[in-house]
């Protein structure tokens, strides 16, 4: 009898069979989408893999907003089949945490900080009853995003980087496993950006999560990025750093002349060339 390893084989709790198991995080499959019979972008096929840290590119009005708000259910594909998790997209998933573009704009300039995340808890703008078990959680969101100081006050008061925090509290409240966050670097200064990177970072390090996040500057998130979904000429893509961080590439995207620089210490950046 041969009781070696068998070849091949994913026993119950092996890694191997674990992460076959694990449906990819985002799955397109022929999708189109568009206004008023306005086509945005068209032949999505790609797969996002669970647990990254991916960034989305492509240049002003190439419909990286958009996509977002095809995963959270919001926008319904013209064509073709959209899958979020392991299931179709659909709206108020609450596995699924978001932090929209110009978040700050996006809501009423005369709510607390704190009541904001708990909105992200309970997604019911006049639910703020306060129930032990959720103010518990509100609480744990706030201090991994260190808002406890400034979470009383009102959003109008708070400065762009608090403002953030309170935006990836609330969207990380409900222990989402897949965070959507669109230029959430946006209006903020460097060193705000390089909090922010850090924050995403560290929770990402403390649970098991994957994070979507649409930029226009590659360059805060480049050390970390396990992918990259670009839009190309109408047409999205998912790619390797190494594939799409390329001269050629990104200046074919941008429509303007990027050079890709590895530093001495092997540091990768982009930069527009004059
Ligand atoms: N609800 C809508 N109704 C009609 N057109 C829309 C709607 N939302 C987006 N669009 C159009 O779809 C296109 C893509 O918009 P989207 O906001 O997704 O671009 P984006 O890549 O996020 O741009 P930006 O970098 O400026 O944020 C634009 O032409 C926009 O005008
Ligand atoms: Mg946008």
Excluded at 195 to 208: A, F, G, K, N, S
Aim: charged content about 20%; proline content about 7%.
């Amino acid at each position: 009898m041969n009781d070696g390893p068998r070849v091949g084989s994913t026993a119950p709790g092996d890694p191997a069979r674990h992460e076959a198991d694990v449906p990819p995080a985002v799955r397109l499959s022929g999708v189109s989408v568009g206004f008023g019979g306005r086509t945005v972008w068209s032949h999505g096929d790609l797969q996002v893999p669970t647990g990254g840290l991916v960034c989305i590119i492509g240049p002003n009005g190439s419909g990286k907003t958009t996509l977002l708000r095809l995963l959270l259910g919001m926008v319904p594909p013209a064509s073709g089949s959209v899958e979020v998790l392991g299931a179709p997209a659909r709206r108020g998933n609450p596995r699924i945490g978001y932090v929209p573009q110009r978040f700050g704009d996006s809501v009423g300039e005369a709510i607390t900080g704190r009541d904001l995340v708990r909105l992200g808890h309970t997604g019911n703008r006049w639910g703020l009853r306060r129930d032990p078990g959720v103010e518990a959680e509100v609480d744990a969101a706030l201090a991994a995003v260190e808002a406890e100081g400034f979470a009383g006050s009102r959003l109008a008061d708070l400065s762009g980087g608090q403002q953030q925090r309170i935006a990836i509290a609330q969207a990380m409240v409900g222990s989402p496993d897949l965070l959507v966050l669109d230029e959430p670097l946006a209006n903020l200064d460097l060193r705000n950006q390089r909090d922010v990177v850090d924050l995403l970072v560290t929770l990402r390090e403390q649970r098991p999560v994957t994070m979507l996040v649409v930029v226009h500057d590659l360059n805060p998130f480049l050390p970390y990025l396990t992918g990259i979904v670009y839009l190309l000429d109408g047409h999205p893509h998912y790619g390797e750093i190494s594939d799409v961080v390329d001269d050629e590439l990104l200046t074919h995207l941008y429509g303007t002349s990027v050079q890709v620089v590895r530093t001495a210490t092997g540091d990768l950046y982009t930069q527009a060339r004059p």
